[in-house]
């Protein structure tokens, strides 16, 4: 069983940057690929970003790719999301998520979730 917790939301303007932070519990974090997503109200959870259990691997949604980075501590059981040159369409809850084995850009193949964390970029 793996447990999310994460960290470093908060208000900021358009352009800034925030990084995230998503603490695990378990003594496996490094077999586990992990992943950001995030959702507005009324809308779906989509893939943000997600980082294989090495931190080898990294892939990107379109719409953040070259402001967004995803990186991992497997020492600190950590991943981070690194967010520059925010907009306001990046509003949205953040949520991190871990899956055994390989990454995937799918809600449905995610087993553990954290409770997410709000990001709020003004205009």
């Known amino acids: 069983q793996v447990q999310l917790a994460e960290s470093g939301g908060g208000l900021v303007q358009a352009g800034g940057s925030l990084r995230l932070s998503c603490a695990a519990s378990?003594?496996?974090?490094?077999?586990?690929?992990m992943g950001w997503f995030r959702q507005v109200p009324g809308k779906e959870r989509e893939f943000v970003a997600s980082i294989s259990g090495s931190g080898a691997y990294t892939y990107y949604a379109d719409s953040v790719k070259g402001r967004f980075t995803i990186s991992r501590d497997n020492a600190k059981n950590t991943v981070y999301l690194h967010m520059n040159s925010l907009k306001p369409e990046d509003t949205a809850v953040y949520y991190c998520?871990?899956?055994?084995?390989?990454?995937?850009?799918?809600?449905?193949?995610?087993?553990?979730w954290g409770q997410g964390t709000q990001v709020t970029v003004s205009s």
């Open positions: 378990g003594r496996t974090f490094s077999g586990f690929s």
């Open positions: 998520a871990a899956r055994w084995g390989g990454t995937s850009p799918y809600t449905y193949e995610y087993d553990h």
